[in-house]
T-cell receptor
Framework: QQQVKQSPQSLIVQKGGISIINCAYE??????FPWYQQFPGKGPALLIA?????SEKKEGRFTISFNKSAKQFSLHIMDSQPGDSATYFC????????????FGKGTKLTVNP | DAMVIQNPRYQVTQFGKPVTLSCSQT?????MYWYQQKSSQAPKLLFH???????NEADTPDNFQSRRPNTSFCFLDIRSPGLGDAAMYLC???????????????FGPGTRLTVT
């Protein structure tokens, strides 16, 4: 019940295309859902996060869509660029509970020029 | 700029030789975390400190220890590194629990540990 399932494991997109990464969870107590971006040899960097009281959050080319009833959330990268090539991790946590994040297994995104 | 700093960035140690990795933060965050990340895997939480309170994950081997002498610094000690401990070690911080807080974690650049 503590798992966050992430798909796909890898994704190849052409420059200018839309990249979509999906995550699903079981624990309805989760109330904070961040996405992290990690480049090779670097630490993960917080990209964007959402709370379940909204269905969508957009920051620049990055959008999180959240479906509370389906217990799913997804990251959309519009106009994907080669510089977006990285590994993306979704995660979930419970405010006021443990300080821990539960991570998905990651998606390696490659954006071809 | 406020940040999470890890030293060294690359560490080579011999099998069984104790090694210490360090992390410092200028964010004045209450919580500090240590993660182990192996190739093509998600970060795996080893333990975390909430202020001085130490919280160990149930599956963290006894070989891994941590110290937090003050708010700004946290150390990861590996007492007898094995070949399987070669990984990227990530330090992260978060502000901690408050009425409207959620656990945004900010990661350092990591230390790549090689065991020979």
């Amino acid at each position: 019940q503590q798992q966050v399932k992430q798909s796909p494991q890898s994704l190849i997109v052409q420059k200018g295309g839309i990249s979509i990464i999906n995550c699903a969870y079981e624990n309805t107590a989760f109330d904070y859902f961040p996405w992290y971006q990690q480049f090779p040899g670097k630490g993960p960097a917080l990209l964007i996060a959402i709370r379940p009281d909204v269905s969508e959050k957009k920051e620049g080319r990055f959008t999180i869509s959240f479906n509370k009833s389906a217990k799913q959330f997804s990251l959309h990268i519009m106009d994907s660029q080669p510089g977006d090539s990285a590994t993306y991790f979704c995660a979930a946590s419970i405010q006021g509970g443990s300080e821990k994040l539960v991570f998905g297994k990651g998606t390696k995104l490659t954006v071809n020029p | 700029d406020a940040m999470v700093i890890q030293n060294p960035r690359y560490q080579v140690t011999q099998f069984g030789k104790p090694v210490t990795l360090s992390c410092s933060q200028t964010l004045n965050h209450n919580v500090m975390y240590w993660y182990q990340q192996k190739s093509s895997q998600a970060p795996k939480l080893l333990f975390h400190y909430y202020d001085k309170d130490f919280n160990n994950e149930a599956d963290t081997p006894d070989n891994f220890q941590s110290r937090r002498p003050n708010t700004s610094f946290c150390f990861l000690d590996i007492r007898s590194p094995g070949l399987g401990d070669a990984a990227m070690y990530l330090c992260a911080t978060s502000r901690g629990q408050g009425p409207t807080d959620h656990y945004e974690q900010y990661f350092g650049p990591g230390t790549r540990l090689t065991v020979t």
